[in-house]
C-alpha cells in the first residue's frame, strides 16, 4: 500500500516547454486535489476532482490543467511554463470529505524549477 | 483570498515546554483540521474537529474551536525535540469539496 504517490520528484523547465505531473493513490479514494506551495503563502489549490471524470478549478487554476481519466491517476498538466510556476506541488486524496473521516492523504511533493 | 491565518508564524520553544498554535478563517465550516509537515515533506493529518465541537484531545495534541471567533487553537503538551515542523490549519467550508489551508506557523524545538 503506498498510499499517495508523485513522479516526478524534481523538474527544471525552461520557460515555455510543457510537463504533465502525475499523481497516483491505490487507497481507491473519490476525491483528488493538486496544491501549490510558495514560501509564506502556505498551500494554494490549483484544481480538485470529485470523482472520475471529473474536475474543478480551485483558487489559482491559470496556465494548469488537470485530467482524471481512472479513479487512481490526477494528472497536471503545463501547457507553457513560466517562471511564476516555479513551486512545491502537492496532490492529495481522501475518500469523504465533510465527515469524521475527512482527512486528506498527501504525496511527498514534486520540486519544479522554471528558468 | 480565502486563506486564513495563523499566529504565530514562527515559535521557538525548550524540549518539555506547550506550544500553542492559533489559526483564524473566514467562512462558516463544517471541520477544521490541522496538519504538520516535516521540512521538504508532504502534510500529515493530526487531528479533526467538527464544528459543533469545542474541543478535541488526541495524545498530547488538544484543539480547540471557536465558530464564534472563527478561530481555532492546536496545543502540543511536553514537547519534543521530533515536534519541529510546520503546523497549518485547514477550513473545511460548508457544503465545500475544498480545504483552505492556512499559512502555517512554524515550530523549532530546542532540545
Known amino acids: 500500500n503506498a498510499g499517495v504517490t508523485q513522479t516526478p520528484k524534481f523538474r527544471v523547465l525552461k520557460t515555455g516547454q510543457s510537463m504533465t505531473l502525475l499523481c497516483a493513490q491505490d487507497?481507491?479514494?473519490?476525491?483528488m486535489y493538486w496544491y501549490r506551495q510558495d514560501p509564506g503563502m502556505g498551500l494554494r489549490l490549483i484544481h480538485y476532482?470529485?470523482?472520475?471524470?471529473?474536475?474543478a478549478k480551485g483558487e489559482v487554476p491559470d496556465g494548469y490543467n488537470v485530467s482524471r481519466l481512472k479513479k487512481q491517476n490526477f494528472l497536471l498538466g503545463l501547457e507553457s511554463a513560466a517562471p511564476s510556476q516555479t513551486s512545491v506541488y502537492f496532490c492529495?486524496?481522501?475518500?469523504?470529505?465533510?465527515?469524521?473521516?475527512?482527512?486528506?492523504?498527501f504525496g511527498p511533493g514534486t520540486r519544479l524549477t522554471v528558468l | 483570498s480565502q486563506q486564513g491565518e495563523e499566529d504565530p508564524q514562527a515559535l521557538s520553544i525548550q524540549e518539555g515546554e506547550n506550544a500553542t498554535m492559533n489559526c483564524s478563517y473566514k467562512?462558516?465550516?463544517?471541520?477544521l483540521q490541522w496538519y504538520r509537515q516535516n521540512s521538504g515533506r508532504g502534510l500529515v493529518h493530526l487531528i479533526l474537529i467538527r464544528s459543533n465541537e469545542r474541543e478535541k484531545h488526541s495524545g498530547r495534541l488538544r484543539v480547540t474551536l471557536d465558530t464564534s471567533k472563527k478561530s481555532s487553537s492546536l496545543l502540543i503538551t511536553a514537547s519534543r525535540a521530533a515536534d519541529t515542523a510546520s503546523y497549518f490549519c485547514?477550513?473545511?467550508?460548508?457544503?465545500?469539496?475544498?480545504?483552505?489551508f492556512g499559512k502555517g506557523t512554524k515550530l523549532s524545538v530546542i532540545p
Open positions: 487507497m481507491n479514494h473519490e476525491y
Open positions: 467562512t462558516s465550516i463544517n471541520n
Open positions: 485547514a477550513s473545511r467550508g460548508a457544503g465545500s469539496y475544498q480545504l483552505t
Open positions: 476532482s470529485v470523482g472520475e471524470g471529473t474536475t
Open positions: 492529495a486524496s481522501t475518500a469523504e470529505v465533510r465527515r469524521s473521516t475527512d482527512t486528506q492523504y
